[in-house]
Structure formats: C-alpha cells, structure tokens
C-alpha cells in the first residue's frame, strides 16, 4: 500500500515504485523497465534533498525506487508512493490492454453476411410464398387427404428453409480457420510464431514495417573493420577506404609498426579497460559482454598478440574503475605501473573522447610515450576519420590515455564516501589521443533483398533506432531502406511536431535515429490515423505499448523481454527481418484462401439457390429438382472439402509482387464478379438444358410409350428420379472442376500452377 515502509536486499524484485529512505550501496537493473543497461546508483531521499537546498545537487543524484526493476546490490528501505496502475510498470502493463480491433477481413466479411442474409431470406420468402398461393389456389380441386395436403405444406416449407441455408456460406468460417491454423504451422518453420490467429491475415495487407535495427536488421556481431593509430596511420579490412591522400594500411601492417611500449599501451586500453570476459557459448572458447568490447578483444587476440585476458589482467594492479556511463559514454579505468605512477585508461564514443584530447602521439613508432601537441589540423584530420567511418555504418570508439604521479592526483574533487577515489570529470582532462577504431555491425545476410521485396510488394520499410543519424542514414542506405527523397530525422525533433506537421513529413520518412520507445509509439499512432496498416519490431520491456498499439507486433525470440513478447502477436524466432517477410508472404496467402473459397462458394450458392427455385416455380408438384438432403450434402461435405483444397495452397514469390489491398477495398473484386457470374451462367445452362430438355435430349419420352396404368406411373416416376439425378450429378462434377478455376484469382489461365506442392488439393480430389 501507498505509505509503507518495503526493505530491500540483492536480488528482490521491486513491486512498486517509491522513494529511497536510506540504505547502503544500493544499485538497481532498471532495463527492464526503462530499456537502460547501466546499473543505477541510489540515494537517499533526505540526502538528495539537503544537496538541493546546499545547492550541490546533482543530475547524478537519483532518490526514486522503480517497479519492475531489480536491486543488484546493497540493501535499504523506500517509501512506497504509487502501486498497481499507478506505477511504473503498471502504466506500460495497462498500456498492453489496447481494445482488439476488428481486422478488415472480419470486418468486410461481417458485411458480406448481413448482405447474403438478407438475399437469402429474400429468396427464400419469394420462394415459400410463390409456392404457398399455389398450394393455396389448387385447394378447392386438390382430391388429397388432409395428411398429405400437411405433408405438401410442410415440404414447400423445407425447401424454403433449404435455400436459406444454401444460401449462406457456412464453410466460409472454416476455410477462415482452416487457412489460419495452416498458416501459422508454415509460419512457425519458417520462424514467426504466431500468438495471435488474427495477426496471419492482418500482416498480408501491411503497408508500413517499423523496424529495428540492432539484431534485426544486422547481425549483433561486432567486428573491427577499420581504424586510425595516431592521428597518422590508417588501417582497414573488406570496406572501402579509397582516397588518394591517405595510405591504407592492413590490419598486420599497421600493428607490426606499433613500438613495444605503444602495442603495450594500446593491450592495456583493450584488455584491462574492459568488462568482457572469456567464456563458452554453445560448446565453442568467445568472448561474453558487451558486443563492442568483445570485438575489440578479439582483434587485440588477433593482432596484438594477446593471451587469456585472465591472464592479461592478472599481473596489473587496478586502483579505481570508472563504469560505463551512457550520459559521458565512456568508461576508463586506473592502473598502477610499475615504476610506482598511475595511467588512466579511456574509451568512448569517438567525437566525444577526441574532444577531451589536448595531446597525441604522431609517431606509433617511438620508443615513448612523450604526448606532443594535438594540433587542429591533426583534429580535423582524426574528425574526418570518424564521419568517413561514420558514413559506413561503422561505430566510432577512441581511446585516451594520461599518466600521474600520483592518485588521486593533488587538487582534484574526491568521491564522498570514498576520499581515495577522484571524480571522473577533473581528471579526464588534457588527455593523450591514441587511435580510433570503426566497429562493424554487418547487415544479416538476405537483409537488402527482403527490403526489396517489401518495397516491390508495396510495403513502406521504416527503421527506428537509437544510433546517431549519420550511423542510422549509412545502415539504412545499405539495406536500400534509405532512397534519395526520403526524410531521415531524430526522435528528439520528431516528438516535437505538432500533429499536423508529423503527418506531412510521415510519407517521407524512412528512418528515425535516436529515438525512445515512446518515439517509436508516437510514430505507429500516427500511421495508424493515416490509415496505414502498421507492423512494428521490438525487443524491450519499454516497446510493449508500441507492440500492442500495432496492427502487428513481432517481439524477438532471442533478445526480447517477456513483455515484449506478451505484447506482440508474432515472435520472430530468429529475430531476423528476413522472417517478416515470410510472414506477408503467408498473410497475403491466408487473404487469397478466403477469395479463393469465397468464389468458389458464392458459385455454388448462386447456381445451388436460382436451379432449386425455378425447379420448384416451374414443377407441377412444387418439388425442386435439388432435394433438401442433396442441398445440405453440397452445404455441408462439399463445401467442407473445398475449403481444406482451397486454404491450403502455399504461397510464391510471386505473392509479393502485388501492391497491398487497401482496408476499404471490396472483398469481391472485379476479376472475382467475372469468374462468379460466368461460371453461375455457364452452370445454370447446362442444368436447365438438362432438367427442361432432358427427356427429349436422353430419349426419355419415348421408354415409357408401351405402358399404361400403374407401369406407366412407375416408368414415369423412375426416370424423373434418374434425370433429377443425373441433374444433380453434373452440377456436383460442375463444381469439382470448377475447384481446379478458383486457384487462381487473376485472368491467367494455367490453373495448374503449384499444383504438385498442394498434397491437400491432390488427395481431396
């Protein structure tokens, strides 16, 4: 409840949000519920409150307990100020209960119902009371007994309530279900597990896909493909680094000249300042941390000659670390040499840390470390370096150096509770540059081709991500998402337009750098108003509202939360977009299964409902040529069958290379019109030829010539039974071949096409 007083120890999980009492050392994992990895330092309330009337506080200071977050380390007592929906946590769980929206199939087919229902009832009061006037006007003649005038009524009734029920395609909810359920087994090989049936046929008439960028797009696998040593020596492998002014190097080239104490220096900047250790993943020796520290770790393995890190960092004496920290993003590290002084070891973000160099050292060849001036035409150089790395798609991290004569150096800020630790910000100062290298995170394999086929499918391809903007313009512009006119802009920027001004640039704009999970939801609202049929990626807790609010949400089956993954209606298995692909191909499929059937059905109940009609109008005993039991076989076997045959035909290539079908577009297109009306034409001349004709035509009025009496009644009688089911007979053979016509939806005419791969289609008939 709101007021308690909750202690917390390592490991709990936090219930409700509040306000830190006191405690001890407390550091909470709050990327659950806010996305950040970084492990947050907690204060005390009271404490942070003092600072703020002292006027010492600062952005650091963080008092406030989150739910759903987890406690690292320390313990302490909060106050609870908020629970349930009005937490953290609740809000992004509320945020997950958006109402269902009814998909556009359901909706067009919910209209499609109300129109055959009236139709068919139409049709069937017509019929009951054309047939009911006649009964009624053959009485005062009718030599019938009372029983059998009863039975007479009670038929013109059942045929009545026959063509109400052929006229309503009950089989089309089972070809729906039958072509979903076979959808999402295909689907799950092809490793989009599908959570929600709905979200098969949603995805097939998907106009936009907002993904990310991180695992989906790329590999997650970060290597060091480029660099600079000094500001000087250039260095690069299987990317383009041409310019006449610069000389590349090979990787074994650049490091072979590096002089012992600098490869030395260059070891230490890569091994000890570093939180990645070596491990075993799926029975194989790797690196396990960070993706950016494992890739400079394995190129130190490869080119600096480094063992076990172990081992490497076993012989140095580490006197303060300075975590990561994502609003310096940098991290560094002090060590204690040899010959008693002190060296500060730095790494982060390229543009930032070449900003805190005053010094460099211009020749990697020297046998010292002497620092000499960072002139501005070395910046510039260096600076050059990073947009041109930039512009690959490479991720810049620079490393910085210093050395002391002693720590904490004299006259620099301590830490409060620790007076043998010195503040990060006074000493990283007058730093020595040492080199810069351009991590790679390659574009998954079959990436650039899927994009393509999206955009030649006519779906607009977004990616949102937190990268900078020239990083995100270079990936996007590799995976063809980025073209000539389209619009890239920053979260920051974006969720500042007015409605009206987001929904002028939204056409245009094709990726969203540096954008928050709330970015991205503001982005999937603002599509969806445009009428857009949305599908977004997303793999953190934070991305839940966003996932839900889409038309589909497809969480990762590797890096996603288990919000996430409630959250979405489709887990990406192999968090590969390459899978989305799969998934429009399936959805498009499940759309046609239904157009298929509904053809095929709408034939049938057209041809089944106007022969029994005129066949009862025109009969002298008012008894259709169709009996009830023949029509509710049709209904109930045939239909049954041909919807198994028809929604379960696999899709092609060829799929995606239609345009999607827009939500107001009828579910009956012309090409369907054609293909009903036609073969409802050609079906009703062949029965009526046969029904009305069928005596002269088979030679029937001529076998019953020599009989009277009884004989003749009964001759009469058997072969109005044979022709009515030879009648019946045709029109069940009709609609068999007319099943091999509805596998195509187009004017083509090879009907056969696939054929081979469809088992289900070959055995029903």
């Given amino acids: 409840m709101v007021g308690d007083i909750l202690h917390l120890e390592s490991g709990d999980s936090i219930p409700a949000d509040g306000i830190l009492v006191g405690g001890h050392g407390i550091r909470c994992d709050e990327s659950s519920a806010t996305g950040e990895s970084d492990a947050m330092k907690k204060t005390g309330g009271s404490e942070v409150w003092q600072r703020m009337v002292e006027g010492t506080a600062t952005s650091k200071l963080d008092p406030f307990i989150i739910s759903g977050s987890k406690v690292l380390e320390g313990v302490g007592t909060y106050l609870v100020t908020s629970v349930g929906v009005n937490s953290s946590f609740g809000k992004i ?22 129109w055959i229902g009236v139709l068919g009832t139409s049709a069937a009061g017509l019929l009951f009371f054309i047939l009911l006037f006649r009964f009624l006007g053959g009485l005062p003649n009718n030599t019938q007994t009372p029983a059998e005038r009863g039975s007479v009524f009670t ?30 087994k295909q689907m799950y090989k092809e490793n989009n597990l599908v959570r929600h049936l709905r979200a098969c046929e949603t995805m097939g008439n998907a106009t936009t896909i907002c993904s990310d960028k991180t695992g989906t797009l790329t590999q997650n696998k970060m290597t060091v493909v480029a660099g600079l040593l000094g500001t000087h020596t250039n260095f690069a492998r299987d990317i383009d680094m041409s310019d006449e002014e610069k000389t590349i190097l090979t990787f074994a080239a650049a490091f072979d000249r590096l002089s ?37 770790l394995t190129m130190a393995k490869d080119f600096l000659g480094m063992g076990p890190v172990a081992e490497e960092r076993a012989g140095v004496e580490v006197v303060q670390l300075f975590p990561f920290d994502s609003d310096r993003k940098c991290m560094g590290v ?15 973000a390229a543009e930032i840390m070449l900003d805190l160099a005053t010094g460099e050292l211009p020749d990697i060849t020297a046998q010292s470390l002497e620092s000499f001036e960072l002139t501005e035409s070395a910046r510039q150089r260096a600076f050059a370096n990073i947009d041109d790395f930039a512009t690959q798609s490479l991720r810049t991290i620079a490393m910085l150096f210093k050395d002391f004569q002693q720590w904490p150096p004299i006259g620099v800020h301590t830490l409060e509770d620790d007076k043998s630790m010195a503040r990060f910000e006074d000493v990283c100062q007058d730093m020595t540059f040492l080199g810069i290298v351009g991590i790679q995170d390659p574009l998954r394999d079959g990436v650039a081709y899927a994009v393509k086929r999206c955009q030649d499918a006519g779906i607009t391809v977004r990616m949102v991500t937190g990268d900078n903007l020239t990083t995100a313009s270079a990936i996007a512009k ?62 953190g807790t934070n991305d839940g509202p966003a996932l839900k609010l889409a038309d589909v949400g497809f969480s990762m089956g590797i890096a996603g939360t288990e919000v996430a993954k409630e959250a979405s209606a489709i887990i990406l298995m192999d968090d590969n977009f390459s899978s989305i692909v799969k998934a429009v191909m399936w959805g498009r499929s499940v759309n046609d299964a239904v157009s298929k059937f509904l053809q095929f059905q709408i034939t049938v109940n057209i041809t089944a409902v106007i022969l029994a009609f005129v066949s009862a109008v025109s009969s002298p005993d008012m008894r259709s040529v169709l009996s009830a039991v023949q029509l509710l ?47 409802a034409i050609y079906q009703l001349i062949v029965t009526f030829v046969l029904y009305f004709a069928g005596y002269d035509l088979l030679g029937y009025d001529t076998k019953c010539s020599g009989l009277s009496g009884q004989d003749f009644t009964r001759c009469t009688d058997t072969l109005h039974t044979e022709l009515n089911t030879m009648v019946f007979n045709t029109f069940v053979w009709m609609q068999i071949f007319n099943e091999f ?21 070959i055995g029903i008939n």
């Fill in 93 to 114: 769980m509320m945020g997950l209960q958006t109402e269902t929206e009814e998909t556009p199939l359901q909706a067009k087919l919910g209209r499609m119902a109300k």
């Fill in 334 to 348: 002090v060590i204690r040499l040899a010959n008693g002084t002190y060296r500060l070891l730095v790494k982060g």
């Fill in 155 to 184: 038929d013109i009734l059942i045929v009545a309530i026959t063509i109400i029920v052929v006229a309503v395609p009950e089989g089309l909810p089972v070809a729906v279900t039958l072509a979903l359920s076979f959808a999402t």
């Fill in 741 to 761: 016509n509805n596998r195509r939806l187009d004017n083509k005419l090879n009907i056969f096409e696939g054929i081979q791969r469809n088992y289900f289609f």
């Fill in 633 to 679: 076989w049709v209904n109930l076997i045939m239909d049954t069958f041909a919807a198994l045959a028809l929604a379960t035909d696999p899709p092609t290539e060829k799929i995606l290379d239609r345009k999607p079908t827009p939500k107001r577009a009828a579910l009956i297109t012309t090409n369907m019109w054609k293909m009903i009306i036609g073969q």
């Fill in 478 to 539: 590799q995976s063809g998402i980025k073209t000539e006119k389209g619009l890239v802009m920053e979260g920051p920027k974006f969720r500042q337009l007015s409605d009206e001004e987001m929904d002028k640039a939204l056409p245009n704009l094709q990726v969203l750098a540096r954008s928050s999970p709330e970015d991205k939801r503001i982005l999937v609202k603002r599509l969806k108003h445009l009428g857009e049929t949305v599908a977004v990626t997303g793999d």
């Fill in 260 to 296: 012992p104490d600098i490869r030395r220096l260059l070891l230490q900047s890569v091994a000890i300042n570093s939180t990645a250790f070596e491990g075993e993943e799926d029975g194989r020796a790797t690196y396990i941390g960070s993706k950016t520290e494992t890739a400079l």
